[in-house]
């Protein structure tokens, strides 16, 4: 059974179209990077997959129903959102932060348990925020802040994360770290990951299949060594695209 699937899904946003008749199936265990160029509308995408925008025509499917049967609590159980813009910063520590993760699994009037406090501990950890649990979110930087909203996702434990730009503000030893802990917890047999991404090769490194938005409605799809290609990404940027083989398999190059 898919954990999410798309049938004839067409998608526009002030006159662009975004995608055309699409159809696509998430199984649990995989990894999937929306790439395209600025734009194109990898964000509307996903805030669609999300149920958080209408279609054009279609249907979305979370587990072969469609997202609009989903109660609103059900569906925070199953699917967790990384947005861009993190929103309004309220006054609170970075453990109370992460904390909101464990929101939908909360029965009402009921305070977090122990068990919840050290999956929090535990995903702050997963980020490298382990010694910051009380600090005040306004004293956060860019990176911690981005780090942050990933160990409150990861503390919702979802089953489908929808995750826009995750390595965002992060230098290169938190993004390896972070997309390290993210794709553990991803691809397992119960769980999946969709990822908006600008840097091909870390697509590369840590996704096994790759959407292809092309700015006109036209996507291409598949597994990753089938899709990322020099020819096909030279198209999808309207840039001249090289790869040269390394170590960890090809990396991709603007000429």
Request: contains cysteine.
């Amino acid at each position: 059974m898919s954990l999410l699937r798309a049938n004839g899904l067409s998608v526009s946003i002030a006159g662009l179209e975004v995608c055309r008749a699409l159809d696509l199936t998430v199984t649990a265990g995989s990894i999937w990077a929306i790439l395209g160029r600025n734009g194109v509308g990898k964000t509307t995408l996903l805030r669609t997959l999300a149920g958080l925008r209408s279609i054009d025509s279609g249907e979305v499917l979370l587990e072969e129903q469609p997202l609009t049967a989903w109660p609103q609590r059900e569906m925070a159980r199953k699917i967790g959102v990384l947005f861009q813009d993190q929103g309004t910063l309220f006054p609170g520590t970075v453990l109370e932060t992460a904390l909101i993760g464990r929101h939908p699994h909360l029965e009402r009037w009921r305070w977090e348990s122990e068990n919840d406090i050290a999956l929090a501990h535990a995903a702050l950890t997963g980020v490298g925020l382990s010694n910051m649990d009380t600090r005040q979110l306004a004293t956060l930087s860019g990176g911690e802040r981005q780090r942050l909203a990933i160990a409150t996702l990861l503390c919702q434990e979802p089953q489908l994360y929808l995750l826009d730009e995750p390595s965002n503000h992060l230098d290169p030893h938190h993004q390896i770290a972070v997309m390290n802990t993210l794709c553990r917890r991803a691809h397992t047999s119960k769980h999946a990951a969709i990822m908006v991404m600008h840097d091909v090769n870390l697509a590369m490194r840590y996704c096994d299949h790759a959407l292809l938005l092309y700015g006109n409605g036209e996507t291409e799809h598949g597994p990753i060594a089938h899709t990322l290609t020099a020819a096909n990404l030279s198209r999808l940027y309207t840039h001249p695209m090289s790869a040269t083989n390394t170590a960890r398999g090809e990396f991709f190059y603007p000429e």
